[in-house]
């Protein structure tokens, strides 16, 4: 298996995440891109696409996530 990642932060609110893995033993590549973006200190918003390339076939997902926290 080959793993490698990559970070690139365009800003302190913009935050990328890519890693792209390839396993020899099922001959499967795997894909998978994150953004974050921070826009207060504790929440974020994440866009998550994932795509596996196999010799059964070319599969996607796309995620998204809210986080919030409410003061008392």
Aim: overall charge negative.
């Amino acid at each position: 298996m080959v793993n490698a990642i990559i970070h690139l932060n365009f800003t302190n609110e913009w935050l990328t995440s890519t890693t792209l893995q390839y396993s020899s033993l099922d001959e499967e590549w795997g894909l998978n891109f994150r953004l974050n973006y921070i826009y207060r200190t504790g929440d974020d918003v994440f866009f998550i696409v994932n795509q596996v390339r196999s010799p059964e076939g070319n599969f996607w997902s796309v995620f998204a996530k809210f986080t919030h926290t409410f003061e008392l």
